[in-house]
């Protein structure tokens, strides 16, 4: 029987073309913790980090079959998520900029006016019977989270449930509050 974990990152490259399942498990732990601390230390943030690192590992297992890596599999994974990190980076300040320029240009208009503020109200009003319809644990972690402003440990010492749980309930309900309200912003 073949001892996985003494074969050179090469060999198991080679074993997962051939859909190798161990082989892919092998890489995955070799490196998983190493790409996401690399991760997170870019992205200051958890969730995303764990993401980011779970999509290269997706599509390294979707694409097994076509890999043809050129240089040291380690550097070929750090250049991922370097390559994710500065896509995800440039995704947020896109994002951030459209916000300030909506939000400069509704305050800088003439006829902001009380029908403005209404469709406003109204929009808000919206997001938070949409909050009020997510499930009971979830709803109550966005609300502590975006409402009390509470850190996510805060709210799994609170609550009593892990930090990863937290994140899990807040990562669902901003997808639900994206997709009903088509508010790419929401974060």
């Known amino acids: 029987m073949i001892k996985f974990s003494t074969l050179s990152d090469h060999c198991l490259l080679s ?10 498990k092998y890489l995955y732990d070799r490196y998983w913790n190493k790409l996401y601390h690399s991760a997170l ?24 079959e076509n890999l043809n890596i050129e240089t040291e599999f380690d550097r070929y994974l750090f250049g991922a998520v370097k390559f994710e990190v500065l896509n995800r980076l440039a995704k947020r300040m896109h994002k951030q900029k459209n916000v300030d320029r909506v939000t400069r240009a509704i305050y800088a208009r003439d006829d902001y006016d009380i029908h403005d503020r209404i469709d406003l109200q109204n929009t808000l009003n919206e997001i938070d ?8 644990k979830c ?23 892990s930090e ?3 994140q899990k309930h807040i990562t669902f ?13 929401l974060s």
Request: some cysteine; proline content about 2%.
């Open 15 to 24: 074993k997962l073309k051939e859909g190798d399942n161990l082989a892919f």
């Open 164 to 166: 990863k749980t937290v």
């Open 41 to 64: 230390k870019r992205l200051d943030d958890q969730f995303e980090a764990e993401e980011l690192v779970q999509d290269i590992y997706t599509r390294l297992w979707k694409n097994k």
């Open 139 to 161: 709803k109550v972690v966005f609300t502590l989270s975006r409402k009390e402003y509470c850190t996510h440990k805060m709210i799994a010492e609170q609550l009593k449930i």
């Open 173 to 185: 309900a901003l997808k639900a509050l994206r997709e009903k309200h088509m508010v790419p912003f």
């Open 129 to 136: 019977c949409s909050i009020g319809n997510l499930p009971q």
